[in-house]
């Protein structure tokens, strides 16, 4: 009895191995995953406001080389009676299609909002590097990264 329960176990792990174990990394940032998104999120730096805190989820489709996204910007000022030191001012939501860009050696994620938002213009679109399986840094459209020192870019990964 001990076998078999055994045994369908194994099978089970298998199943489960091949059903996940395409290349399914759109720019290296879905890992292996066969359900939910792939979350990012970082406090980047704002003119007007502490930060803006970015929560970037993406759905990967199919062939990996785009997807959709959805994005909440949430403004966050400097609160000293918050245990935190900040709270949440004004947050803003959008959502559309992204594409895996290569430049170089080089792969870069370029999210475009979805026409049915009004105020939607090539000027919006977002611009990521992907640096690891785990960070992406916000780019211009020319991909490049700002290099003003005390400035940070980056997305961590958690999910």
Not at 40 to 53: H, S
Not at 98 to 113: E, R, S
């Amino acid at each position: 009895m001990k076998k078999i329960v055994l045994m369908a176990g194994a099978a089970l792990a298998m199943m489960s191995m091949v059903a996940c174990s395409g290349d399914n990394k759109c720019g290296s940032t879905c890992d292996n995953k066969c359900d939910g998104d792939v979350v990012f999120t970082g406090v980047l730096p704002a003119a007007d406001a502490e930060g803006v805190r970015y929560t970037l989820a993406l759905d990967c489709d199919d062939d990996c080389t785009k997807g959709d996204y959805k994005l909440v910007e949430t403004y966050i000022k400097a609160d000293t009676v918050s245990a935190l030191g900040y709270k949440d001012a004004a947050s803003f939501a959008s959502e559309g299609d992204f594409t895996v860009v290569k430049n170089g050696d080089k792969t870069y994620l370029k999210l475009v909002k979805d026409a049915k938002d009004s105020s939607a213009q090539a000027a919006d679109n977002l611009y990521f590097v992907v640096d690891s399986d785990s960070t992406i840094t916000m780019t211009n459209a020319q991909f490049e990264v700002s290099e003003t020192p005390g400035m940070n870019y980056t997305l961590q990964k958690v999910k």
